[in-house]
Nanobody, 127 residues
Framework: VQLVESGGGLVQTGDSLRLACTSS????????MGWFRQAPGKEREFVAA???????RYADSVKGRFTISRDDAKNTVYVQMNSLKPDDTAVYYC??????????????????????WGQGTQVTVSS
């Protein structure tokens, strides 16, 4: 499975961005999909995840501002990011979790649970 992120860029505080992650090699509907981010000097952290059945989970820091969604027909997962802040500046990574043996409601916040990763896309929010 290959994951390719797009949509990053330089924006100002309060602006919006939509990141997309397109998968190839296997039907996206088989995977739990997640977004993580890593700021300079910090560990990679969970942002949002969506289960095969469409259930979502968010980090407290983005709840109410970010929305994750998936379009399995296009093998693509999105994260709509609104009201961006300088603290949102990071490289954003898409990840896929096979979720073997898990229900359709399962979506992990733990990066070690994810089996495949994209190369990342930079998001920079200026103050």
């Amino acid at each position: 499975v290959q994951l390719v992120e797009s949509g990053g860029g330089l924006v100002q505080t309060g602006d919006s961005l939509r990141l997309a992650c397109t998968s190839s090699g296997r039907t996206a509907s088989n995977y739990v999909m997640g977004w993580f981010r890593q700021a300079p000097g910090k560990e990679r952290e969970f942002v949002a995840a969506i289960s095969r059945g469409g259930s979502t989970r968010y980090a407290d820091s983005v709840k109410g501002r970010f929305t994750i969604s998936r379009d399995d027909a296009k093998n693509t997962v999105y994260v709509q990011m609104n009201s961006l802040k300088p603290d949102d500046t990071a490289v954003y990574y898409c990840a896929a979790d096979l979720g073997l043996g898990r229900s359709n409601l399962y979506a992990s916040e733990t990066r070690e649970k994810y089996d495949y990763w994209g190369q990342g896309t930079q998001v920079t929010v200026s103050s």
